[in-house]
């Protein structure tokens, strides 16, 4: 797996959505040397390339950043700002461990945003988006590593200097990045 973000200035919203489309761009002429290939969607929004199968891709952006992860193996990435938590998400959305690591952290903000961005990967990496049941995929957090996570998945964490937290979900044959490669457009 290989793994892009752009920073997008702040409050510009279609400019993430544009910025992630443009990251992946990007990814498939650094990754695959090829120009972007057509793009269609699932039966649930999933983009794909209907032409290039064997290329798996993700975005994701948020508050003044872009995601694009790409591989040849099923992938979610998700990334998020760090702010204020969200109370009701949080008793909705996380095991009573999750809720229990989040309400005793130094840094509950962060540790929020780290487990969610954790399920949101993962959900994408499914497919299913988030009408799965948060709360059944269950994360434990040691330091910087994720200690607990779904079976047959793998998972990375990365948090930038910019207040924005990146997690990354790969299949377990795929090998996740040791790096966050960060473009500027």
Excluded at 7 to 33: F, I, S
Excluded at 82 to 96: H, K, M, N
């Amino acid at each position: 797996m290989h793994l892009f973000a752009a920073p997008v200035p702040a409050g510009k919203k279609a400019l993430e959505h544009e910025t992630a489309y443009r990251l992946l761009a990007y990814a498939v002429q650094e990754v695959y040397g090829l120009p972007l290939p057509e793009i269609a969607c699932d039966s649930r929004g999933k983009p794909f390339f209907p032409q290039r199968q064997e290329i798996c891709f993700n975005l994701s952006h948020c508050r003044g950043l872009a995601v694009c992860g790409i591989s040849a193996f099923p992938l979610g990435v998700d990334c998020e700002s760090i702010r204020s938590l969200r109370e009701g998400v949080l008793r909705r959305s996380f095991a009573p461990e999750e809720v229990l690591a989040v309400t005793e952290s130094p840094q509950p903000d962060e540790t929020f945003f780290r487990f969610w961005t954790l399920k949101e990967a993962f959900v994408k990496a499914l497919g299913v988006g988030i009408s799965y049941p948060l709360h059944t995929a269950v994360f434990a957090l040691d330091g910087g590593d994720v200690t607990r996570h779904p079976q047959g998945w793998q998972f990375r964490q990365f948090r930038l200097d910019s207040g924005h937290v990146v997690s990354c979900c790969g299949a377990s044959e795929d090998t996740l990045p040791e790096e966050l490669h960060v473009v500027s457009f």
